[in-house]
Nanobody
């Protein structure tokens, strides 16, 4: 099973950009589907974007055309490029992974993203 470590969160003004990274341990990381999720205070954890082991991407409606997910299998790293950030993007962002399952069952510790108005 892989272990996931996120980095890159922080405080940014509305309209700004951030790039999140998720380092995955283990030689089999490239075989996992991976995704970014976020959880705002008092709300559930929601999908932001995902990419399968074959490179097929999917985005939540609220981030389409603003966020880009990518993975570098040579570095076992998942990225989330976030542009045109809005205050409503404020949340803890989690990296998740799954292998042969419907649900994501491996998680990082999360990284805080705060967007000020």
């Amino acid at each position: 099973q892989v272990q996931l470590t996120e980095s890159g969160g922080g405080l940014v003004q509305a309209g700004g950009s951030l790039r999140l990274s998720c380092a995955a341990s283990g030689r089999t990381a490239r075989a996992y589907d991976m995704g970014w999720f976020r959880q705002a205070p008092g709300k559930g954890r929601l999908l932001v974007a995902s990419v399968t082991s074959n490179g097929v991407t999917n985005y939540g409606d609220s981030v389409k055309d603003r966020f880009t997910i990518s993975r570098d299998n040579t570095k076992n790293t998942l990225y989330l490029e976030m542009n045109s950030l809005k205050p409503e993007d404020t949340a803890i962002y989690y990296c998740g992974a799954r292998y042969g399952r419907t649900l994501y069952d491996t998680w990082g510790q999360g990284t805080q993203v705060t967007v000020s108005s």
